[in-house]
Every structure is written in structure tokens, then in C-alpha cells.
């Protein structure tokens, strides 16, 4: 080993830690100033050999798990790349007592100094850990106190209505200018329209998501997979329609920035006209409206997804029992020798618990292929009438088209004569129904008669089927008429 070598093996490996907590050009300067001193300092001691500078900007204290270059000295601390690690202060290196203490102990376990300027203290010395202690659980308050401060002062912002304490990140449709204020990104607002468009035009949340994902409209974020949640979040927000209802959510701890939602735990401050609308305050309202329809029908007829229709089966989950409340489901009967016959039937069939149809009897067909003379005749059991139940009404495969298109043209021929009557409501207090009344008025001029069911029009016009004790269906239109 030469003498060069000998005295590099005797050098203390150095690394150095630093840390801002905000992007403000002030702590930049500092940021910037720390890193430069640390590299000075380490390089022209003849003592130290320099392992390299980890430095995190503008982040919080009290989360750990966000602190790239904390973790990626904890890393290179595992692997033996230094021996002793300098940062300027436990405030700077951490603010939650726990974990501060944690990664103190493991370091000193692999055997790696940790010295703290401003306290002049080093946790390989004796008095280190109990000193720490004590040093850690006042920054730790300090950090609650800054914590405390940091709402206070948001919160008195929310009060006076400053829009410019809302992050514009975390919804579709804004930008901030170089001022604060919220301005519409013209890009997504038009992806915002076309969700607005598209669930009132009968797409549920699902629907829209997947479509968005499949022709690759991109997210706020980057993101490549639009989920219903999302989708959910654009139709409720108030911001959409130029409104703000300030602190909806809140930190539950300051440690672990943990957020919940905002019910009732702190106060609410709801503005009107805080910025540009992307959608208007009527066609925002009629989305809400629609929303709540919606849950109404599915509780009502038990169903957890208003919205199972497709292309292939554009009934499905619109065909209700007058019975019982419950929808009807897609069938094939599956008899040997036959080829499957399609039809729909209540699905409580499944369960067996068909509400009985008041009046009326049921006696099942005998099994087709059954021996009419069989040699145990006497003794095999006679098919006896028996309550009927919602169940036993099958509806073929294809009535439910075939209804909606003969209820269809009749409208479109007699539509003159149910006109005066939608025009008067068209004026009412339900905005909701005179926003479908309108639609339809305009599909029946628009589209005239028709041969099959188009998807997008029964999606726009149809509310429910509904089967009676008899077979015979029901249109319910989505403006309230019932043919």
C-alpha cells in the first residue's frame, strides 16, 4: 500500500445533508448557500474526504417519505459509503420525533456520526441520544406551532374568499395566472364539456371513463387511465360552474399530511363568481338533479349500477318489474336438442322469491319429452296450479325494441297533439324535466321515424320499461311521459 493510500484509508468519509421547507427565492439562496458551504468546508478540511452532498428543496420536515435525497443518504449510508454525516440543524434534518430518532439509532448501528451544527452535537458521543431526545420533541412542537400558524393563516384567507389559496392542480379545467387567479386551460375545459355532454346524453361515469382512456384524452396529471371517480369529481365540482366552497377537505395530522373530508369538523365559506365558469350554472345544476335521479331509481330497484346497459344489450338494467321494483336480466334457455331462446325475466327469479301477482294462478307445462303413459302414471305427482309470481313472465328477447320503436313513431306522428302540453311545462320550476322535454321535442323533429333502436337515442329519450302482470310494457320516457 502506498503512503497516498494509507492516508486516504485514515480520512473520515463526509457526507452533508441539507433541506429547505418552501420554493420561495429566499430559501432557494439558502438552499443553494448550505450546498456550497457544506462541499467547502468537507473539501478543505485535511481530515475529511468528501462522500458527497444530499440535499432536498422544498420539503416539509415532517414527512420522511417524501425526502428523496434523505433516503437516498440512508442508502448509501447502508452500503458503507461514509462515516460520519454533518447537516446544520435537527430542525433542518427533521421535525418528527419518532422517525428523527429512528434514523439517528440506525445510523449509529452501522457506526456513522451524525453531527448537528448549531447544538454542536454528535449522536456518537454518550450524551447524544438523551440530548437528541429532548432537542427533537421541542422541534417537533416548534413544527406543530409553524403548523397551527401556516392554517390560521389559510383559513383567514378562505374566509375573506381568496381564490388564490386553492391549488389549481388538483381539478380539470384551471390554470393559475401570474397573478393567482384562476383561468381556464382551454384544453381540458373542452374535455370538461364533453363529459357534461356525454352524461347527460345517458353515459354513466364508467362509460366515460373508458372512452376518455380509449382514445388516449389526456389527464390533468400525466395519467393514462381515466377512472369513474375521476369522472364523478368533474360533474360535482363547483368550481366548474365559476363557484368555490373553500376548505372541503383538511390535514388530520401535521406529521403525516393525512387529509380527510371536511364534514362539519371545521367551517365552510361557499362564493359565487370567484372566476370564469366552464359550464353554466343552469346545465351544472340539471347534471346535479340528474345525479340524484339516479340514485333514487337505483335504490328503488335495487340496483347497485344505474348504468348496465351497452351496445350489445341497450336494455339491460332498464327493464323494471311492476311487481316487485326489481330489474329484469338477459336470459338463454339452455334445452337440449333446441337451439337457445333468448328472453328477459325478473331477476328475482334467481332467488326464487317472485312477488305473487294478486288473482292470478300459474300451472307449469309439463317437461317437454315426458312419457304420457308411463308405467308408474298413478303414483307421479299431478301438476297442480299455483300462485303466479313475477318470475314466470318471460318478455321476449326482442319486444322491448320493438315497443320503443312503435312508441317512437307514434310520438313523432302525433307529436303536434302532445306539443301544447310540453310547452307548458317547458317554463315550470322542474329544470331538469324542462331540460328533457326540450330534447325530446327536438329528437322527434330531428330524427322523424325509425326502423331499429339507435343506442345513443334510447340513451337520451328512455328512462324505464316497465312489465306489467299481464306482459304488456310500459315506455317511461325520460320527460315524464308514459306510453
Not at 126 to 132: I, P, Y
Not at 211 to 226: I, Y
Not at 299 to 325: M, R, V
Request: net charge positive; hydrophobic share 30%; glycine share 6%.
Amino acid at each position: 500500500m502506498t503512503d497516498q493510500e494509507e492516508k486516504n484509508k485514515k480520512l473520515t468519509r463526509v457526507a452533508a445533508y441539507c433541506r429547505v421547507s418552501s420554493g420561495s427565492e429566499e430559501q432557494r439562496t439558502s438552499y443553494n448557500a448550505q450546498i456550497q458551504y457544506y462541499e467547502r468546508s468537507i473539501r478543505e478540511n485535511p481530515e475529511y474526504t468528501y462522500a458527497g452532498i444530499y440535499a432536498d428543496e422544498g420539503i416539509s420536515g415532517t414527512a420522511l417519505k417524501k425526502r428523496e435525497a434523505l433516503n437516498r443518504l440512508m442508502d448509501d449510508a447502508r452500503t458503507g459509503q461514509m462515516d460520519m454525516i454533518i447537516t446544520k440543524s435537527l430542525s433542518r434534518f427533521g421535525r418528527n420525533t419518532l422517525d428523527c430518532l429512528n434514523i439517528i439509532r440506525e445510523l449509529k448501528e452501522l457506526g456513522i456520526d451524525l453531527y448537528f451544527e448549531k447544538e454542536d452535537l454528535h449522536t456518537m458521543r454518550s450524551e447524544g441520544e438523551f440530548l437528541l431526545t429532548l432537542i427533537a420533541a421541542t422541534a417537533q412542537q416548534e413544527s406543530l406551532e409553524q403548523s397551527e400558524n401556516v392554517k390560521w393563516g389559510i383559513r383567514r384567507k378562505y374566509e375573506a374568499g381568496n381564490i388564490k389559496s386553492i391549488p389549481s392542480g388538483k381539478f380539470l379545467g384551471y390554470d393559475k395566472d401570474s397573478e393567482g387567479e384562476l383561468v381556464i386551460n382551454e384544453m381540458q375545459a373542452k374535455t370538461v364539456r364533453r363529459i357534461y355532454s356525454d352524461f347527460l346524453g345517458g353515459y354513466g361515469t364508467y362509460q366515460i371513463a373508458n372512452r376518455l382512456t380509449n382514445e388516449k384524452v389526456p389527464m390533468t396529471h400525466g395519467g393514462k387511465a381515466w377512472h369513474a371517480s375521476h369522472i364523478m369529481k368533474v360533474l360535482t365540482n363547483e368550481k366548474i360552474k365559476g363557484d368555490t366552497q373553500f376548505q372541503k377537505t383538511y390535514n388530520v395530522d401535521y406529521l403525516t399530511k393525512r387529509r380527510a373530508k371536511n364534514k362539519g369538523e371545521l367551517p365552510q365559506k361557499y362564493l359565487e363568481n370567484t372566476h370564469p365558469a366552464i359550464i353554466d350554472r343552469k346545465t351544472w345544476e340539471i347534471v346535479q338533479l340528474e345525479l340524484l335521479r339516479q340514485k333514487h331509481f337505483s335504490l328503488e330497484h335495487f340496483t347497485d349500477n344505474y348504468h348496465w346497459h351497452s351496445l350489445e344489450h341497450p336494455f339491460s338494467g332498464k327493464i323494471i318489474c311492476a311487481q316487485c321494483g326489481h330489474t329484469y336480466i338477459h336470459l338463454s334457455s339452455k334445452k337440449k336438442g333446441e337451439k337457445p331462446k333468448e328472453y328477459w325475466r325478473c331477476k328475482t327469479f334467481f332467488g326464487r322469491k317472485g312477488s305473487p301477482i294478486t288473482g292470478k294462478m300459474y300451472t307449469p307445462n309439463a317437461p317437454k319429452g315426458r312419457n304420457p303413459t308411463p308405467s308408474n302414471l298413478r303414483r307421479r305427482k299431478k301438476l297442480e296450479p299455483r300462485q303466479m309470481l313475477c318470475t314466470d313472465i318471460r318478455i321476449d328477447i326482442e319486444k322491448p325494441a320493438e315497443k320503443f320503436i312503435r312508441s317512437w313513431n307514434h310520438l313523432v306522428v302525433k307529436r303536434d297533439q302532445y306539443m301544447a302540453k310540453w310547452e307548458g311545462l317547458i317554463d315550470g320550476e322542474d329544470i331538469l324535466a324542462s331540460y328533457r322535454i326540450k330534447e325530446l321535442m327536438s329528437l322527434l323533429a330531428t330524427t322523424g321515424c325509425i326502423d331499429d333502436v339507435p343506442y345513443e337515442l334510447m340513451l337520451k329519450t328512455l328512462s324505464h320499461i316497465e312489465v306489467d302482470s299481464e306482459g304488456e310494457l310500459k315506455l317511461v320516457f325520460l320527460a315524464g311521459l308514459k306510453i
